[in-house]
C-alpha cells in the first residue's frame, strides 16, 4: 500500500484528489495540509511514502517546506511531487533542486496523477516531456553564466559517466540498457550507485547534476521524461 499526503490550500482540490486517490486499492490518503508548516509537521507525523504538494500555500509555500521535508534524516523515504497551476519554469527548476521527485500541474488527467503517484512511490521521476525540455534548457543556460565546479563527478567510473549522460537525456533504465547493451538490472545497479556517489535522492536531481556538471548538453534531451 502507497500512503498518500495532500498538502493543498483549497479544500476542493484535497477533496478530489482524495475521491481519487482511495478509490484504487493500491493507494490511500492518510492526512492533508492546507498550509507549508502543517504539511512538514503531518509529513513528520504520519511519514508518507508521497507528499503531493503545492506550490503556493500560506505559512511557508511548498518549496519551502518540501526542502525542509527532503533534508530531513527521517523522511528518507518520502517522495514529494509538487502541484501548481501553472508550468512556470522557476517553480520547476526550484522544485527539482530542492529534492521533488516529480512536477504536475493540477488539471493533469486522473489517470496520469495515479500513474504519477505510482512512479514517483517506486522511486522513478516524474516530469513531463514538455516539462522535461523546458527544465534542460534553464540548466543550460544556468550552467553558461555560472558553471557548477566538476569535482561532484570525479568519483565516477567512465561507464558511470556514460549511465549519468543517459539519465540526463531521459531514458529509463530499459532505455540506457538497450543503448550500452547491458541488462536493465545492471543499468539500475549503476544508477543506483551513482546516486550514492553524488548524494542525490532521485532521478531527477541526477538530470539537474547532468546538466550543471557539463556531462550532458542543450540539444541533447530524448523525447521522454526521466524515468518513463
Same mark, same amino acid.
Given at each position: ?12 482540490? !484535497? ?59 527521517? $523522511? ?6 509538487? $502541484? ?48 522535461? !525540455? ?30 549519468? &549522460? ?23 545497479t549503476h544508477v543506483s550507485r551513482i546516486m550514492g556517489k553524488l548524494d542525490a535522492r532521485d532521478r ?5 547534476? &547532468? ?18
Amino acid at each position: 500500500m502507497t500512503t498518500v499526503l495532500l498538502a493543498d490550500d483549497q479544500a476542493l482540490i !484535497r477533496a478530489g484528489f482524495r475521491a481519487l486517490l482511495d478509490a484504487e486499492e493500491d493507494l490511500e490518503v492518510v492526512g492533508e495540509a492546507s498550509t507549508g508548516q502543517t504539511a512538514l509537521a503531518q509529513a513528520r507525523a504520519l511519514r508518507p511514502d508521497v507528499v503531493l504538494m503545492d506550490i503556493r500555500m500560506p505559512d511557508g509555500d511548498g518549496i519551502e517546506a518540501a526542502t525542509a521535508l527532503l533534508a530531513d534524516p527521517g $523522511l528518507t523515504a518520502t517522495k514529494v511531487i509538487m $502541484l501548481t497551476t501553472f508550468e512556470l519554469d522557476d517553480y520547476i527548476l526550484d522544485s527539482v533542486r530542492a529534492g521533488a521527485s516529480g512536477f504536475l500541474v493540477k488539471d493533469t488527467e486522473p489517470e496520469e496523477l495515479l500513474r504519477a503517484v505510482r512512479a514517483v512511490a517506486r522511486g522513478d521521476a516524474l516530469l513531463s516531456p514538455s516539462v522535461t !525540455r523546458r527544465l534542460l534548457a534553464r540548466l543550460a543556460a544556468a550552467r553558461r553564466a555560472a558553471p557548477r565546479p566538476a569535482a561532484d563527478i570525479q568519483a565516477l567510473t567512465g561507464r558511470e559517466r556514460e549511465v549519468l &549522460a543517459l539519465v540526463g537525456r531521459g531514458l529509463n533504465n530499459a532505455g540506457i540498457a538497450a543503448r550500452l547493451f547491458i541488462t536493465p538490472l545492471t543499468a539500475k545497479t549503476h544508477v543506483s550507485r551513482i546516486m550514492g556517489k553524488l548524494d542525490a535522492r532521485d532521478r531527477s536531481q541526477l538530470v539537474v547534476l &547532468a546538466y550543471e556538471s557539463g556531462i550532458v548538453t542543450a540539444g541533447t534531451a530524448e523525447d521522454e521524461g526521466p524515468g518513463r
